[in-house]
């Protein structure tokens, strides 16, 4: 790849030519990985753009780099930003990181009482969202919004969330909790207080403080419980699923 000067904005209503090939790149990832995403159209795409909801990265000649984008959910309780892509050409610059950063300040100006999460099965992903202050969680501290929840239907994945009961699957859930962030750096400034009272008179517990320093045990444990879901639902294809494997399965919550 050549050295190119590469431009992270709010995307607009002028980069609408963008989003077919976003959306195709979008797919093509997908099959790359293995994995499945909520498939979005080319016109769902260029309707984030026109609402100020995306994320647009390109070189100053006008080439396309990369794209996320902010969906909101239960009355703008949730925000999840999703779609995240970075064209192949780019990828291992560091532009993946720049996006999730400007659209995770976007999401904060649009919607700063709402709680941020996302679905990935990405640990590069995943180590990113740390830097931003997500935290993992079970899938029950997310939306239960059944429009988000239908967006999986395309994953190629799907059947094993089906079978766990919406509890479990092979991404990663995390989430930002403006509430939770607000009392940690009060408590960094009170290091002794371990128990914070919000101005809404909740107490805030700190059961992940320490998740960043144990990255690389969860990064193991994502790979095994990935690992066991795929084997499980191949298992599953050849008609031998097995009690034993169920039961393991069964200690998967996120």
């Known amino acids: 790849m050549e050295n190119h000067k590469i431009v992270v904005r709010r995307a607009t209503s002028d980069d609408k030519h963008y989003a077919e090939t976003i959306t195709l790149e979008m797919e093509e990832s997908a099959k790359a990985r293995g994995t499945g995403i909520a498939k979005r159209s080319a016109a769902y795409l260029e309707k984030k753009m026109e609402e100020d909801k995306a994320v647009i990265a390109l070189t100053e000649e006008g080439t ?81 919004d059944e429009e988000f929840w239908k967006g999986c239907q395309s994953c190629i994945n799907y059947e094993i ?44 517990s700190h059961r992940h403080r320490h998740f960043k320093g144990n990255f690389k045990l969860f990064e193991r444990w994502v790979r095994f419980k990935q690992s066991v879901l795929l084997k499980t639902r191949k298992k599953k294809d050849d008609g031998n699923s097995s009690d034993s494997k169920k039961s393991i399965l069964s200690i998967f919550f996120w």
């Open 64 to 144: 396309w780099v990369g794209f996320c984008y902010i969906e909101a959910w239960e009355h703008e309780k949730y925000v999840a930003n999703s779609g995240l892509i970075v064209s192949p050409a780019f990828r291992k610059t560091g532009v993946a990181t720049e996006i999730k950063r400007k659209v995770f300040e976007l999401s904060r100006l649009k919607y700063p009482n709402a709680k941020i999460f996302g679905l990935t099965t990405g640990l590069a992903v995943m180590k990113i969202n740390s830097d931003l202050g997500y935290e993992p969680v079970t899938y029950s501290e997310l939306t239960n």
């Open 161 to 204: 969330l089906v079978s766990k009961g919406r509890k479990n699957c092979m991404c990663t859930a995390m989430l930002f909790d403006p509430a939770e962030a607000a009392a940690k750096v009060q408590a960094s400034q009170t290091p002794k207080v371990e128990t914070v009272v919000t101005p809404a008179g909740e107490l805030i």
